[in-house]
């Protein structure tokens, strides 16, 4: 199981805590790799974008007007976290839903 995040996330901290096997992807330092981000987007839409972020605030209206993988490409702190990938599935956030899914 992955979890990609930031590690200064409480949330994050929060799912790897209750995921103790699960290894975490800092997407600041590393990163999320192309394919993920693809399926993350065909699961999740638009949804995978944090419209509530500091980051998503300081863009312009034409920098929020591009595409969403190019915009998580170029500010990967954008996505919306944890993106949690186990197996076949892909969950995002740590709402209760989730929690109970993966750790329960």
Not at 72 to 83: E, F
Not at 86 to 100: H, I, N, Q, T
Request: proline residues 5%; glycine residues 8%.
């Amino acid at each position: 199981m992955l979890i990609y995040g930031l590690k200064s996330c409480d949330t994050c901290r929060k799912a790897l805590k209750s995921l103790p096997g699960a290894e975490f992807r800092d997407v600041r330092a590393d990163g999320v790799p192309g394919e993920v981000i693809d399926a993350a987007l065909a699961e999740f839409g638009d949804k995978l974008v944090n419209t509530r972020s500091t980051t998503w605030r300081e863009l312009d209206e034409a920098q929020r007007a591009r595409p969403a993988k190019e915009l998580l490409a170029d500010h990967p702190t954008l996505m919306k976290r944890p993106l949690i990938v186990a197996g076949e599935r892909m969950y995002l956030g740590w709402a209760k839903d989730v929690e109970a899914a993966l750790a329960g």
